[in-house]
């Protein structure tokens, strides 16, 4: 069921694969798992990637940049690379986004484009792109995040990018099905950026505690082990939407 070409363990694929949350999910899943993870940056760590990782997990990297005028004839010239060589997708998990603060009255047409580009088009594209290689059964999941449930005022523009995912969740899971299962997780708090209180943030959701990676990669396991799931989004906010 692996799909694999060195050995059993499954192939999954991460978009934002190089950073926080997405470096912190590659860690977990390469216990099990060979991966492959995508960056808008050129990869120049490889090697000290290579070694932070299990020395058994085959990792390939990939450059997808959301803002390439490029970026579709590369995701597809990328995958037909790996397909040749007998690479399909347990999972996919479409983590790249940004987090921009942009109030209602600073909105561009550019700043706008900037964030949809990156937090929902690149998702729909690479959606689109990875679909034929995601295996039987296999699952696309997408990182959404609890705003879809409280838009977050000061990130307008991201949260409704988010809600667009949220849309694209059961859109997808009724187009992909019955080949590839879909869904989607609404973060809260996992990676508080530099500039926010972890301690204040904690105390926003009924857990009094932020999520962390493992929370994320649990629920990652869970939907690509549950073949009867599917165009469901799971919440993983502390119950936040409730507070
Ligand atoms: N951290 C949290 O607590 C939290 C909470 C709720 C939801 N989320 C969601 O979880 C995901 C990851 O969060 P994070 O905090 O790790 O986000 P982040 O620090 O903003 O990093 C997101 C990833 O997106 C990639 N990226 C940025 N610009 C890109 C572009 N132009 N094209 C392609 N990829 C690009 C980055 O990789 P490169 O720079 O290497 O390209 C990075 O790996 C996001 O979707 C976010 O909305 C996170």
Redesign the pocket.
């Known amino acids: 069921m692996g799909g694999d070409v060195e050995g059993n363990r499954p192939w999954w694929i991460l978009?934002?694969?190089?950073?926080?949350?997405?470096?912190?999910l590659a860690k977990g899943l390469a216990l099990g798992h060979n991966l492959v993870l995508?960056?808008?940056?050129p990869w120049t760590d490889e090697d000290h990637w290579q070694t932070e990782l299990s020395t058994e997990t085959q990792v390939r990297t990939l450059?997808?940049?959301?803002?390439?005028p490029g970026?579709v004839p590369q995701m597809m010239a990328d995958l037909e690379r790996l397909g040749a060589e007998g690479i399909r997708f347990q999972s996919a998990v479409?983590?790249?986004?940004?987090?921009p603060e942009q109030p209602f009255g600073s909105w561009t047409s550019a700043s706008l484009q900037?964030t949809l580009?990156?937090?929902l088009a690149?998702?729909m594209l690479a959606a689109q792109a990875l679909a034929p290689w995601i295996q039987d059964l296999g699952s696309l999941q997408l990182?959404?995040?609890?705003?879809i449930h409280r838009p977050m005022q000061q990130r307008l523009p991201?949260s409704a990018a988010?809600a667009g995912l949220a849309t694209l969740v059961p859109g997808l899971a009724r187009l992909l099905a019955p080949r590839i299962r879909v869904a989607g997780?609404?973060?809260?708090?996992?990676?508080?950026?530099e500039a926010s209180s972890p301690d204040t943030l904690a105390e926003l959701n009924l857990l009094k505690r932020?999520?962390t990676p493992e929370d994320?990669l649990r629920a990652l396991r869970y939907v690509a082990e549950s073949p009867y799931l599917t165009g469901e989004i799971l919440t993983l906010?502390g119950g936040r939407r409730w507070a």
Not at 16 to 22: E, K, T, V
Not at 38 to 41: E, K, L, V, Y
Not at 63 to 68: E, I, P, Y
Not at 94 to 99: K, P
């Open positions: 978009t934002g694969g190089s950073r926080r949350l997405g470096r912190a995508t960056s808008s940056r450059r997808w940049d959301a803002s390439d970026l479409l983590v790249a986004g940004t987090f900037d580009a990156v937090n690149f998702p990182i959404l995040d609890t705003a991201y988010k997780h609404a973060l809260g708090v996992m990676l508080p950026d932020n999520g994320l906010d």
